[in-house]
């Protein structure tokens, strides 16, 4: 089943800002509260096989605001949407918070065959499938993060949308940076929803980093595997984060009044 065109989309964004919208005055905080929403790239223990650990457990080092860690092992952006992780940081946020999103580690798969419960329907849109192994209707990677955004935008909250940390681009011993389908997917996402969010390349940034670091530094960093990275890999992946944001890599996010100086260049 398929709705594609731009203009069904904007509807359905619209249709979430109004249903989100709150039915009180907003509160807002003296210092905003940043939360972090992703996988175990961004999560506390990373892989959780006591090597690695996620760049969200090193992030508060090198922002002046406070930060929250909501990121959860092994999601998605629908799984995550799915099990009330998204409506949980809805809950605790209020008006001037800043809420960063970022997932693709774990979306890829078709929901339509074999499926895991985390798989976003294939698509740019409001593309949807059916669930072959539970029945439910599945949306894209795109409508997930819309949708999210929305229920935040909805509370007063600023929305950051970062896309996916890379796997190890030196595995092979030669320079891979080619970018998987998830970062553009977050792109088009930030587009759709225009100026109410911002969109920070965590990727290209990481890639950079990556690139200047060579191929002995950056296998180091992955001790089991070639998607979570050690302490080290975390730190780094959190400094290259905040590098972005202060040079404006993308644009200007909310984030940049709250970067800790002098910042540290990794790329």
């Not at 088009?188 to 911002?198: C, E, F, H, Q």
């Not at 959190?238 to 202060?246: H, K, R």
Request: charged share 15%; proline share 3%; net charge negative.
């Amino acid at each position: 089943m398929r709705f594609t065109t731009s203009a069904f989309l904007a509807s359905a964004i619209g249709a979430l800002q109004v249903a989100s919208a709150p039915s009180g005055g907003l509160v807002r905080r003296a210092s905003p509260t940043v939360y972090f929403c992703g996988d175990s790239t961004m999560a506390k223990n990373g892989g959780g096989d006591g090597d690695t650990d996620g760049w969200g457990n090193y992030i508060g080092n090198y922002l002046t605001a406070t930060t929250v860690n909501k990121a959860i092992g092994g999601r998605s952006a629908r799984s995550y949407w799915n099990e009330g992780r998204f409506q949980e940081v809805v809950d605790l946020v209020v008006s001037g918070d800043i809420v960063v999103i970022e997932f693709g580690h774990n979306d890829g798969g078709s929901p339509e065959s074999n499926d895991n419960a985390r798989s976003d329907c294939p698509g740019t849109g409001t593309e949807t499938c059916i669930s072959d192994s539970t029945g439910e209707t599945v949306y894209t990677f795109v409508y997930y993060v819309i949708q999210a955004s929305n229920l935040l935008l909805a509370k007063g909250a600023t929305v950051v949308l970062s896309s996916q940390t890379p796997n190890n681009q030196w595995e092979t011993g030669t320079y891979g940076g080619s970018a998987p389908r998830f970062v553009g997917y977050q792109k088009t996402a930030a587009d759709a929803l225009g100026d109410s969010v911002t969109f920070v390349d965590h990727f290209q940034a990481v890639s950079n980093m990556y690139l200047k670091l060579g191929s002995d530094a950056v296998n180091a960093l992955y001790p089991n595997d070639h998607t979570h990275t050690s302490p080290e890999g975390a730190t780094l992946a959190a400094q290259a984060f905040v590098q972005a944001i202060s040079e404006n890599m993308n644009g200007t996010t909310s984030l940049v009044s709250y970067v800790t100086t002098p910042v540290t260049t990794v790329y």
